[in-house]
């Protein structure tokens, strides 16, 4: 599979190979699907080069592609700037997205593809919030992110929130026992931790769809939409997450 990188003024591109077919009417033969620093393991998984080279977001890419039957190429965009390049046609698709992310009312939505939940976790019990606010825990959060939730229990500083730079650096520091809880995506936490020898508090629970560009006919967003639907249907997206777990990140860390 042949791949490819050309700078832009203000994003990468990396464009990799698929088959073509008539569906992509015209020259509109690659489908733009973004990408960018903020997408991380197991979503997006990069080699020593930061060129991505695995994630179950880049195999949902390659499945919509070849079902359109165009090229995929990936274009790096800010998070901040998603909406509005997708909306300015400057890339086509963003399958990790929920409408309360991103609430522009002249965005284009899929069907979900998957549920997921935020969650808790603790090297000890973990019964509620209430009880875990008595004990005044610290909590591995990521800068930036929002924990509804959470939000009041650390805005009264009955918990304690202890920000890191990523996902990966807060499991870290909670693997360390820096801190006595950690939040993430169940998504990060199968990948970054070992799971099952964890209490685990579910919070709350999203659904991740696809934002279309306008750029895409209206037929390319329907045959999207039935493609998605159907295998949403079947659990089929989920099931890629399988292929990316604590035991496989444990197997790829340095020795």
């Known amino acids: ?6 700078l832009v003024p203000w994003c990468a591109v ?3 190979s698929g088959p073509l077919t008539a569906i992509a009417a ?8 973004v990408y960018g620093d903020f997408v991380t393991p197991p979503a997006i998984i990069r080699d020593h080069d930061a060129t991505p080279t695995a994630g179950y977001l880049l195999d949902i890419y390659h499945e919509l592609s070849e079902q359109l039957g165009m090229s995929l190429q990936l274009k790096t965009i800010p998070r ?12 086509d698709i963003y399958c990790r997205a929920n409408p309360a992310w991103y609430p ?8 979900p593809l998957f549920a997921y939940s935020d969650v808790l976790l603790s090297h000890q019990p973990l019964e509620n919030l209430t009880k875990l606010a008595l004990q005044k825990a610290t909590v591995a959060t990521v800068t930036g992110y929002k924990y509804p939730q959470l939000e009041t229990f ?13 996902p990966e650096a807060a499991a ?11 939040v993430l995506s169940e998504i990060e936490a199968h990948y970054l931790l070992p799971v099952s020898k964890l209490a685990v508090l579910e919070l709350t629970l999203n659904q991740l ?10 037929l390319q967003r329907q045959l999207l939409d039935n493609y998605i639907s159907a295998r949403a249907s079947h659990g089929e997206f989920k099931a890629l997450l399988q292929k990316y777990g604590w035991q496989m990140s444990a197997e790829q860390a340095p020795k």
């Open 172 to 182: 870290s520091a909670f693997l360390a026992e820096k801190t006595d809880t950690i």
């Open 104 to 111: 522009e009312p002249l965005l284009r939505w899929s069907p």
């Open 80 to 91: 901040p700037e998603i909406a509005r390049a997708l909306l300015k046609s400057d890339a």
């Open 14 to 16: 990396l464009c990799i």
């Open 26 to 33: 015209g020259s509109e033969l690659t489908l733009t699907a």
């Open 154 to 166: 650390f805005r009264e500083d009955r918990l304690l929130r202890r920000d890191y730079l990523s």
């Open 209 to 218: 769809h696809c934002i279309y560009s306008p750029r895409l006919k209206p």
């Open 1 to 6: 599979m042949g791949r490819s990188i050309n």
